[in-house]
């Protein structure tokens, strides 16, 4: 009865290099969102995926982020070419899907994956 | 599109005292409401939740949340503080389009004295 599974749990990059971030849903979870929570800061939301779709990405920055949620596998947030103002904590959480509509199941979080930029 | 408020950016309470935690939301439909906690270097934690019926919802870890239509708030409630309470916790409202999404709250930072 796994959670959502994030990994790695801290990542620790230069600038200009990439990162990529998994997420693995809750069983039988077919919808993912990623946020991101600076320090002292509330979680923004960055993308919300389905299986090979991208439902809304209306929170992930234009350039050198993307999302993807492959038909098998886990879920990668890509971040390329990293700066210092990407450390952050990234958080994935996957969700049923709604009863005749959507955002309206609770979302399961992971712990987060936290990323240094140095 | 729905907005989640929560006025509070810290509160202090000793142990064994009340809490109540604000939440206003703002949408034009009737919300799905929840209240999640975050403990430090933890993901998030679903306390609870409503969707409809008694707008008085039981919790995990004895908390309670009330849904009050007419001042669009849903306001976190626990009897008595224990140490272990001591975290970060954001209201969320959801919606019933399709491709909205939650909307969470700056968060609430509770500290207790013991």
């Known amino acids: ?11 620790v990059r230069r600038r ?3 990162a990529r971030l998994r997420c693995s849903p809750m ?6 969102y990623w946020y991101r929570q600076l320090p002292e800061e509330g979680l923004k939301f960055m993308v919300y995926l389905q299986k090979e779709n991208i439902i809304d990405e209306s929170g992930m920055p234009k350039e050198r982020f993307s999302a993807e949620f492959p038909k098998e596998g886990p879920s990668i947030l890509r971040i390329q070419q990293v700066v210092r103002g990407d450390s952050a904590a990234y958080f994935c959480a996957s969700s049923a899907p709604g009863q005749g509509g959507y955002s309206n199941q609770p979302q ?5 994956t936290r990323l240094s930029i140095l | 599109a729905q907005s989640v408020t929560q006025p509070d950016i810290h509160i202090t309470v000793s142990e064994g005292a009340s809490l109540e935690l604000r ?10 409401l929840f209240w999640y906690v975050q403990s430090p270097g933890q993901g998030l934690q ?10 008085l ?10 849904f009050k239509r007419s001042q669009s708030s849903f306001n976190l409630r626990k009897p008595s503080v224990h140490w272990s309470d001591a975290a970060e916790y954001f209201c969320a409202v959801g919606a019933e389009n399709y491709g909205q999404n939650f909307v969470f709250g700056p968060g609430t930072r509770l500290s207790v004295l013991p």
Not at chain 2, 23 to 32: D, K, V, W
């Open chain 1, 27 to 32: 069983k039988g979870h077919s919808h993912v």
């Open chain 2, 23 to 32: 939440c206003n939301y703002s949408y034009g439909a009737t919300p799905y």
């Open chain 1, 108 to 112: 399961h979080f992971g712990d987060g």
């Open chain 1, 1 to 11: 009865n796994a959670g959502v599974m994030q990994n790695p749990r801290h990542l």
């Open chain 1, 16 to 18: 200009g290099q990439e």
């Open chain 2, 46 to 55: 679903l306390l609870l939740k409503y969707f409809s019926g008694d707008t």
């Open chain 2, 57 to 66: 919802v039981q919790g995990i870890k004895g908390f309670e949340a009330e």
